[in-house]
């Protein structure tokens, strides 16, 4: 969720360091701050709040000169307050770091530090870092030794990077466990690290990603990477194509908007290469899926958080349908707690849109532990979900800077998708006829994705008499169940309006009590196989006096004179309609969150990036 950023080389380093935090406040964020080496000192900068309030106390206040680390934090100990913000200095004034991860032991490193007459100046676990530095380098090693002797000390995941006034020509960086990416950019005679890419894009494009329990020792020509334990290793240089435009809002008021309408572009993005429409066949190379291992697999377990798990629901029933293999689909958080019942017959298919949530990561690797085939669907190209996984597929959609994830919803769905297809033929579960079919409706996914774009002035409209409610319900059935699990997930985050999704079928079970002229219902009713009993779901609603919004294919005149608002969409083949259904769904928060005056793509308490545990 922390955003760090660093430099080495001659250029100034703070607003280098300033412009790329700007980059990544898609992380959520609440205090900023920066540490540059000025004239042989460190001086540091920080403030609560809002990136902009750092940069009007850098205008205050300069600093000028290299290397340099800045920060975004995320509060997990201390208050979000300018004396908790990172960069933190150690006793001495000479030592600093940035840090993202939870120090999991720092109780007690705190307590023996303390005990020997440290003085902490803030809340957090992460100034014990830099007092151990300290420590070891009172002991008479340099940096890299000291950083190292710390980094062994300390228990948990995290990404680190420390700099020194005694050793101005070096940065130590380090990442242990899942606590975020740590990504070394390489410069021609200067050097960057940050936790995600488009901090540093503008600047280079090569980049080094650090694993698990490695460090790097970066000079301004020099990045020398190596394991906690000091082994060199020879790190891969990546190349990365994205575009620095794709980061910037253009036409649209939010990122949310813009990625809201990158649906479409998304999603053939996502099908591109991977599609023989000749022959009726999916190709996903990057999975290393052969047929024998397709034919030994008995279960698929699938697992995410938030957005993600709801993309997985989806996916349970089109691998069950499509493929005939059994899917059960658990929320990252609770997988590696609930002794899953796996084997080397087992799937575990992790989806993560950052490919560092670090509940996914932990249920990856408790899969791995009992011998699982482990898949992965992500976003974020080098991410550690992608490295650690078996194979992959990536979901091709460009980054995703809004918090409230769109267009890493939809690509996932036709990830699902395919890759059922794909199973199924090499499993022998399909014929050729109903596999081409089925490969040849994917055709028409970019174009059902516009159509449902097209419906935005309608869904305004209803934003508009929505927009000061304080309930909302979602209802869908089948395949449409977890999209109102997500409508209603899109609604909360954004506008803080209370909002749950329910299975159509439970509303006499309990929530039809709750329905009255106060509690508006949107009810998604496309024509799939469960559209008969949507269509009583409405009738039941409407009949409760409640205000409903039916999402209903074009041409249903079922739906018309029961619903209040009705938002149209494309006609298609049931298991593609979850991208249509939820695409208005998304506008429908967007909008309602926007006419609200709300913060719609850094909205309060949520980050994008989670983690931390």
Not at 51 to 73: C, F, K, M, S, Y
Not at 142 to 171: C, N
Not at 251 to 279: C, P, S, W
Not at 284 to 296: G, H, S
């Amino acid at each position: 969720m922390c955003g760090i950023v660093g430099y080495i080389g001659p250029r100034d380093a703070t607003p280098i360091i300033l412009n790329g935090l700007k980059r990544l406040e898609y992380r959520g964020y609440d205090s900023a701050g920066v540490a540059v080496l000025q004239d042989g000192r460190i001086e540091v900068r920080r403030d609560a709040g809002k990136l902009q309030n750092l940069a009007d106390l850098v205008n205050r206040e300069p600093i000028n000169g290299a290397p340099g680390i800045g920060h975004t934090r995320w509060a997990t100990h201390g208050a979000p307050s300018a004396r908790n913000a990172h960069p933190h200095l150690g006793t001495t004034g000479e030592v600093v770091v940035v840090h993202n991860g939870i120090v999991e032991n720092y109780l007690d490193i705190k307590d023996e530090l303390s005990a020997e007459g440290i003085e902490f100046k803030s809340d957090t676990d992460t100034e014990t870092i830099v007092h151990l530095v300290e420590r070891h380098q009172s002991t008479g090693l340099d940096l890299t030794e000291a950083a190292r002797k710390t980094f062994q000390q300390i228990q948990g995941a995290h990404g680190i990077v420390l700099i020194s006034a005694h050793e101005p020509d070096k940065m130590v960086c380090a990442r242990i466990g899942n606590a975020g990416g740590v990504v070394i950019g390489l410069g021609d005679g200067e050097n960057f690290i940050a936790s995600d890419i488009p901090a540093i894009l503008e600047h280079t494009r090569r980049v080094i990603f650090l694993e698990s329990h490695q460090m790097a020792i970066i000079t301004k020509d020099k990045v020398v990477v190596q394991t906690l334990d000091g082994k060199a290793l020879q790190p891969e240089i990546h190349t990365v194509s994205w575009d620095p435009v794709a980061a910037e809002k253009g036409e649209f008021r939010h990122f949310m908007q813009k990625e809201i309408h990158e649906q479409v572009r998304a999603l053939t993005d996502t099908l591109a290469g991977r599609i023989d429409f000749e022959n009726g066949r999916i190709r996903l190379p990057e999975l290393n899926l052969t047929p024998e291992l397709a034919k030994r697999i008995q279960k698929i377990y699938i697992t995410a958080c938030g957005t993600a798990a709801y993309a997985g629901m989806v996916g349970k029933y089109l691998i069950e349908k499509i493929a005939r293999v059994p899917v059960e689909v658990v929320i990252g958080s609770e997988f590696r707690y609930s002794d899953p019942i796996v084997d080397e017959n087992t799937v575990v298919l992790a989806i993560s849109q950052s490919g560092e949530t670090a509940d996914t990561l932990a249920a990856m690797e408790e899969g791995r532990r009992k011998g699982a085939v482990i898949w992965s669907i992500v976003n974020a190209i080098g991410s550690q979900g992608m490295r650690v996984a078996d194979g992959y597929i990536s979901m091709q959609t460009g980054p995703e800077i809004g918090v409230a994830s769109t267009k890493a919803f939809t690509a996932p769905l036709v990830n699902q998708y395919m890759l059922a297809v794909l199973l199924a033929d090499m499993r022998g579960v399909i014929d050729e006829k109903t596999r081409k079919q089925l490969v040849a409706d994917l055709r028409l996914v970019p174009d059902l994705a516009s159509q449902a774009l097209n419906t935005e002035p309608e869904v305004e409209k209803i934003a508009m008499s929505l927009k000061d409610i304080r309930d909302c319900l979602y209802l869908g059935r089948g395949i449409n169940m977890p999209i109102a699990y997500e409508g209603a997930l899109k609604l909360k985050e954004i506008s803080y309006i209370h909002a749950e999704g329910y299975p159509a079928g439970e509303m006499k079970h309990g929530p039809i009590a709750l329905i009255d002229e106060n509690m508006p219902v949107i009810c998604l009713a496309p024509k799939d196989p469960w559209h008969e009993k949507m269509i009583s779901q409405i009738q039941q609603a409407k009949a409760r006096g409640g205000t409903v919004v039916a999402i209903a294919t074009e041409g249903d005149e079922l739906v018309n004179g029961m619903a209040d608002h009705i938002i149209r969409v494309p006609q298609c083949p049931w298991m593609l309609s979850p991208i249509v259904t939820v695409i208005p769904l998304q506008m429908l928060a967007y909008h309602i969150a926007a006419l609200r005056g709300l913060d719609v793509d850094q909205p309060r308490n949520l980050a994008k990036s989670v983690t931390v545990e």
